[in-house]
């Protein structure tokens, strides 16, 4: 798909949704821009993404986070309240996350979330971390292993070519940790 289809198809939704976390049109449209920016860096990278509407929503929703957290605005921060229209942007990529950042130590789970949820650059992620790159992609290898071993049991996952989590299916007669439970109702992930 070109960018052009994707992004006409998404924008006025992602607007909307930007403009209910963001009491600023003009800030809005500015976190709308960064969002269309990260679609153009990762179509020209050829990153595979299955499900453009899900992937444009988690980049806003990461845009907006990282707008708080440059602005240091966090009382104002809309971002975690439930959304409330029934179709929902809930992704793979919201849960994945909170898998990731309740589940997995700190040493791993902090590159492993910059690489796969927030789309970070391996050698961006270096340098956030102040490790050497090859540091940093053992840890996001490491980190892919663990999340894999902690949730083999009760969720198959497909992973893309770069070894990210695309996509998952819970396994039939496994019983969650009622934390992870909650966070799937909240997205409507459940059945």
Same mark, same amino acid.
């Given at each position: 798909? &070109? ?5 006409? $198809? ?8 930007? $403009? &209910? ?41 990461n845009t907006i986070a990282d707008y708080y957290r440059k602005n240091k605005k966090h009382s104002e921060l809309l971002i975690n309240q439930p959304e409330n229209n029934n179709d929902s942007s809930a992704c793979v990529c919201d849960l994945s996350g909170f898998v990731i950042q309740t589940y997995l130590p700190e ?12 789309? $970070?650059?391996?050698? *961006? ?11 940093? #992609? ?10 894999? *071993? ?10 893309? #070519? ?8 819970? $396994? ?12 799937? *109702? ?6």
């Amino acid at each position: 798909m &070109t960018f052009n289809i994707i992004w006409n $198809k998404h924008k006025s939704y992602l607007i909307n949704f930007i $403009k &209910t976390k963001i009491n600023n049109d003009h800030i809005a449209e500015d976190i709308l821009q960064e969002v269309s920016i990260k679609l153009v860096d990762n179509l020209r990278r050829k990153t595979e993404i299955k499900n453009y509407k899900a992937w444009l929503f988690q980049v806003a929703r990461n845009t907006i986070a990282d707008y708080y957290r440059k602005n240091k605005k966090h009382s104002e921060l809309l971002i975690n309240q439930p959304e409330n229209n029934n179709d929902s942007s809930a992704c793979v990529c919201d849960l994945s996350g909170f898998v990731i950042q309740t589940y997995l130590p700190e040493k791993y789970s902090t590159p492993l979330y910059m690489s796969d949820i927030e789309q $970070k650059p391996q050698q *961006e992620i270096a340098e956030i971390l102040n490790l050497s790159l090859t540091a940093t #992609k053992s840890r996001i290898q490491r980190g892919r292993k663990k999340l894999k *071993e902690l949730v083999s049991d009760c969720i198959d996952i497909s992973y893309n #070519k770069r070894g990210q989590v695309s996509d998952f299916q819970l $396994k039939t007669n496994c019983e969650l940790p009622q934390e992870l439970k909650t966070e799937m *109702e909240r997205m409507n992930l459940l059945p």
